[in-house]
Each structure stands twice: as structure tokens, then as C-alpha cells.
């Protein structure tokens, strides 16, 4: 790779902030964030140093799924603002270097959309084959729910016209007929009416129940196969929008999500969230040991060189542990979300990282670090900055989508409406915005803002980590992870000790002599190599550490 590449294929190493205006910054003061708020806070964004922003959805919305429950596929939810509030605030973040990417909830819509209202009024709307509908009693679909603390069956009857619709996540979302031109038709019209105002790609949601046509009437309308529609919108996006991205939510084990990418070719997903990596962190933190982690890494398909995974922490959604054995799940409940009220639909937990870690600060920045120094691009979630907690009074998912804290103030500086008018409660407890907050950190030099601050800028310096190979080095403690990314100039070996006790990491690097050195890129100091290539590296209990490997005549930056 050349550096210039990094500029063409910038995904690959982006640094993506997941939010929702709705409980960013409020600026109007009614309670509910804003696109004036998040206006407001781009520089802040930019002093972080993300490079790209993911807007959850904005559109209006009946509001029973936190706005995934779309009702205008083209509009602006007017608690929020407007198309040129939008506009202006993609025009403002470009400015700061920052591309805006939105989510594309396109599975399904709102059971309030006009399409969905006009399609149950009568068997003869022209609207009625958007959604998929069937006139004989549907067998027992409860174990294929996504929400089985909601649902029982992927079908609803709906009185007026006697027939059933499908709906894989909420009743009151029913899903699009994709094998329908006429949707297709809609959803490319859609992905180009935002991309005509700027944005720079979609946050693709649902993308397997999108494509899963087994319900739906057979090969109708010329669909030849899901992935040859995914490779057309792809091929969509290419056309109108020259470096356009699709991130896209597959939560599936990794050889399927290769074929989500487009195999070798590439040409289908550009990106993918890396569930199955991020679900195995957690068994390797609960455990103390590497391992689980290390094979889910390595065992990775490899995809093309403009297909990329993306790394995350925790999301908006549980932190689901669908794709650990009953066992697994339970040692990470166990470890992490022990009691009911921090799990949710047998699956996954409710909470942030820093209070599963008991706020420990040397792990919280150990799993930071870690998750800088993977391949692929990384994601957070507003407030894993700061190590904002969760509201365990929230009903499920909801307990992660509290307002943003900005200073101790009221409400935590998010808005100066009274309480009871927030879009969500604020956090209380010990992860309040009295003690975690955004103005206390950004005095502060050691704070956790300035530390993940400081695990972007390195991100950004060493494309290596968003483009190279990605190699475990053999060492002794299975506490310990220690892995290699390299090209052309050199290479950066990351070490990280998920567990308490201090270790000293024996390592042998290929290539190196006597006159290399490991150079510390995260604090000062560094680490002598012999003749042979051999380097000791000390960590403290959950001790983290990114050294370059640096040749005499190296001229990377350090
Ligand atoms: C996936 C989203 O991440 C989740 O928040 C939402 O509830 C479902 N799709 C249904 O839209």
C-alpha cells in the first residue's frame, strides 16, 4: 500500500462515532438533542479526532423503536430539525474533516408509513405488494423472533382484509418485499436522495433479514438472487457517490459474512461490523485470557483489499452474545452483567463497558487500547469517550441511549429543559454527570477523553492497523495478547495483559537485529531488540503497550 491509499480507501482507516441527535445536544431547550446542538459540538468531534460520523436514524418516526421505525423514508424528524439543518451540519463537518454516513433502515417500515396505512386498507392497494402478506395460517415462527420479549410469530394478522403480513423484528414493523421492483426502486431512490445532500454512505441495518426472501413470493419481478441485489446497490452507490460506503449490520459467523462482503470480489458490503470478534472479547476479558479473541481473529476470511471489519466495543443495541455456547454467555454474564435487570432477551446485556468493569480505570483503557490496535476501522458509541455508564431503570436496549454528558450541570448539560422533559433520563449513580462529564475531562491531561483522544490520533498515524495482515506473536502467558501489523516501512507490535498480575512478555521478531529498537507510541520509553530479535516487554497488570519496530534508517514518525 501507499499512503496515498489510506485517502481512497478511507474507510479503512476511519474512526467512526455512532450517535443520535436525539440525545446529543439539545439547543432549542425542549428536552430533546438537536441538529443545532450537534452543529454545535462538530469541533468537539473533531477535537477527538473521528474521522467519519454515523447518524441512527432521524426521519420521522412513530417512535415505538427509537426511531427505526421509519414513517418517511425522505424526511427529517421535526423534533430534530430540518433538510437544511442536515445539510448544514454535513457541510460543516466536511469542513472539520469529518464524512457523515446515516443509517439505512430499509428492511422494514413503520406500521404508521403511508405505503404500510394504504397497503392493509385493501387487498387491491397499490401498495399492498410492498409488504409480504400470506392468507393461510402461519406455522410456529417463535423461535425466529428477534425480540421475544415482544413477539411470538414473524406474522400478524391484520383484520381488516384477513390476511397475515411478515414482520421479522416488531409487529409494528412490517417488512418490505424487496423481490418487488417497485421497492427496490424506492430504496435506490432513497440511498440517492441522501447522498445527494452530501453524506458519504449508509449504515446498512438489518442487511441478512433485508435480503432473506424465503417468505416472499418466489423470483417475482426479475429478482435473481439477494447478493446480486446487494452487488446492484453497491454498484448504485458506486454511481452516484464515487467513494460512498455501506456499512453493514450482519450479525452472522464470519465464512457468511464473506459472502456479505462479495466474496473475493469485494463488491457487495464495503464494510461489516465484526460481531463475532467483538462477542469473543468479552469472553477473553471475562476470562482473563486471550484466547477466545485470538481465534476469532484468526479465523477471519480474508476478503478483498476494499472490504474492511468494523471493530467495536459496545453499540446502541444489547451487547449480544447470540453467537457464544450457553456456556460462554453465562461465564460473560457472570462476569459482567450478573444480575436480571442487566440482561435482555437471554442474549445479550444492557450495559457500558466501564461499569462491567467495575470503572477499573487500567482496564478500561487497556480495552481501549486494544480495540485501536485491531485490524479493521473502529466504531464508538457517544460517551465511550468519557466512560459514560448505563440506566439500569431504562426499559432494555434503552439504558445505553441516555443523554450525552457534557458538564455537571442539569441534565448534564444536555439540554436545559426540566427533567421530566428529556427524551431520556440522565444517568444517576456513581456514572452521573457530577463525575463523568466532558467539560471536567477536557482539563484534565490524564482523563479517559484524552487518552481515547490520543488512541485515535495514533490510529490515524499507523495505517497498518486498518489495512495490514494481522499476526499473533508466540509468547508464554495466556493472559497476554501480542500481535504484529506491518507494512512496508515497518511495523507496530501491540501488546495488551487482560489479566491483574504484571507479566514480562518474552517476544521474537522476525527480521529484527541488534540496531532495531521498539519504540513506546503510546507513552516514553522503549524496548531493546537483540541480535537475534528478541525483546522483553514488561506490562503491568492490565498493561497495554503499542511499540514501533524501528530500523536505523527508519523514517516513520514517532
Ligand atoms: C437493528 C437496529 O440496530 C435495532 O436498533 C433495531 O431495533 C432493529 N434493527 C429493527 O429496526
Same mark, same amino acid.
Given at each position: 500500500? @501507499? ?34 446542538? +450537534? ?31 421509519? =414513517? ?6 421535526? #423534533? ?15 469542513? @472539520? ?21 394504504? *397497503? ?48 421479522? %423484528? ?8 424487496? =423481490? ?47 447478493? *446480486? ?39 457487495? +458490503? ?16 471475562? #476470562? ?10 484468526? $479465523? ?23 453467537? +457464544? ?7 460473560? %454474564?457472570?462476569?459482567?452483567?450478573? $444480575? ?6 437471554? @442474549? ?61 450541570? #442539569? ?5 436545559? *429543559? ?9 444517568? =444517576? ?10 467539560? $471536567?475531562?477536557? $482539563? ?13 490520533? @495514533? ?61 513506546? +507510541? ?5 524496548? *531493546?531488540?537483540?541480535?537475534?530479535? #528478541? ?14 519496530? =524501528? ?8
Amino acid at each position: 500500500m @501507499r499512503i496515498t491509499d489510506t485517502s481512497d480507501l478511507w474507510w479503512k482507516t476511519a474512526v467512526v462515532y455512532c450517535l443520535d441527535v436525539e440525545t446529543f445536544f439539545d439547543w432549542d431547550g425542549d428536552g430533546t438533542g438537536d441538529f443545532a446542538g +450537534l452543529v454545535q459540538r462538530v469541533d468537539y468531534l473533531a477535537g477527538l479526532g473521528i474521522t467519519c460520523l454515523w447518524l441512527m436514524p432521524f426521519y420521522p418516526t412513530a417512535d415505538r423503536d427509537d426511531g427505526y421505525d421509519i =414513517t418517511d423514508f425522505y424526511g427529517v424528524d421535526p #423534533r430534530l430539525g430540518t433538510h437544511g439543518d442536515v445539510v448544514e451540519l454535513v457541510r460543516t463537518a466536511q469542513d @472539520r474533516g469529518i464524512r457523515v454516513i446515516v443509517d439505512l433502515v430499509v428492511n422494514h417500515t413503520s406500521d404508521k408509513h403511508p405505503w404500510f396505512r394504504s *397497503a392493509r386498507s385493501s387487498k387491491t392497494s397499490p401498495y399492498r405488494d410492498y409488504y409480504v402478506w400470506r392468507s393461510d395460517t402461519p406455522p410456529d415462527t417463535s423461535a425466529e423472533v428477534v425480540f421475544p420479549d415482544q413477539e411470538d410469530s414473524i406474522w400478524e394478522l391484520d383484520e381488516k382484509t384477513g390476511e397475515y403480513y411478515l414482520h421479522r %423484528f416488531y409487529k409494528h414493523q412490517p417488512d418490505l418485499d424487496v =423481490t418487488n421492483q417497485a421497492v427496490r426502486d424506492e430504496i435506490a431512490k432513497v440511498m440517492g436522495f441522501w447522498i445527494s445532500l452530501g453524506i458519504s454512505g449508509f449504515r446498512v441495518d438489518a442487511v441478512p433479514f433485508l435480503l432473506q426472501t424465503d417468505d416472499m413470493p418466489e423470483g417475482a419481478d426479475g429478482f435473481a438472487d439477494p447478493h *446480486a441485489y446487494l452487488r446492484y446497490l453497491r454498484s448504485f452507490l458506486g454511481r452516484r457517490s464515487a467513494d460512498g460506503i455501506m456499512l453493514g449490520e450482519v450479525n452472522l459467523p464470519h465464512p457468511q459474512q464473506l459472502e456479505f462482503f462479495g466474496g473475493p470480489d469485494g463488491d457487495e +458490503l464495503t464494510m461489516q461490523f465484526d460481531f463475532i470478534a467483538m462477542q469473543n472479547m468479552y469472553l477473553s476479558l471475562a #476470562r482473563c485470557d486471550a484466547a477466545a479473541l485470538v481465534t476469532a481473529l484468526e $479465523q477471519r476470511p480474508a476478503s478483498s483489499v476494499s472490504s474492511q471489519w468494523a471493530t467495536f466495543v459496545r453499540n446502541h443495541d444489547e451487547l449480544t452474545l447470540d453467537k +457464544l455456547s450457553d456456556d460462554e454467555r453465562q461465564e460473560v %454474564f457472570a462476569a459482567f452483567g450478573p $444480575q436480571e435487570n442487566m440482561q435482555v432477551y437471554g @442474549r445479550g446485556l444492557v450495559r457500558r463497558l466501564p461499569p462491567m468493569l467495575a470503572g477499573d480505570p487500567r482496564r478500561i483503557r487497556m480495552v481501549y487500547s486494544l480495540l485501536f490496535s485491531l485490524p479493521g476501522t473502529p466504531v464508538l458509541f457517544y460517551g465511550e469517550e468519557i466512560g459514560m455508564g448505563e440506566n439500569l431503570d431504562a426499559s432494555g436496549r434503552m439504558a445505553v441511549r441516555t443523554p450525552m454528558q457534557w458538564s455537571s450541570a #442539569r441534565n448534564g448539560g444536555f439540554s436545559s *429543559a426540566p427533567p421530566s422533559r428529556l427524551a431520556a433520563p440522565v444517568v =444517576t449513580g456513581g456514572f452521573a454527570p457530577e463525575h463523568v462529564n466532558v467539560a $471536567q475531562q477536557r $482539563q484534565d491531561p490524564d482523563s479517559l477523553l484524552a487518552f481515547i483522544s490520543m488512541l485515535v490520533r @495514533r490510529y490515524r498515524e499507523c495505517p497498518e492497523l486498518g489495512w495490514s495482515h494481522f499476526q499473533v506473536l508466540d509468547q508464554p502467558h495466556a493472559q497476554v495478547m501480542a500481535h504484529l501489523a506491518s507494512w512496508d516501512d515497518g511495523s507496530l507490535v501491540a501488546v495488551h495483559n487482560l489479566g491483574p498480575e504484571p507479566r514480562t512478555v518474552p517476544l521474537t521478531l522476525e527480521g529484527c537485529e541488534a540496531d532495531h529498537r521498539l519504540v513506546d +507510541l503510546l507513552t516514553v520509553g522503549e524496548v *531493546a531488540v537483540d541480535g537475534a530479535g #528478541r525483546a522483553s516487554v514488561e506490562l503491568d497488570g492490565y498493561g497495554y503497550r503499542w511499540l514501533r519496530v =524501528t530500523a536505523p534508517q527508519s523514517r516513520r514518525l514517532l
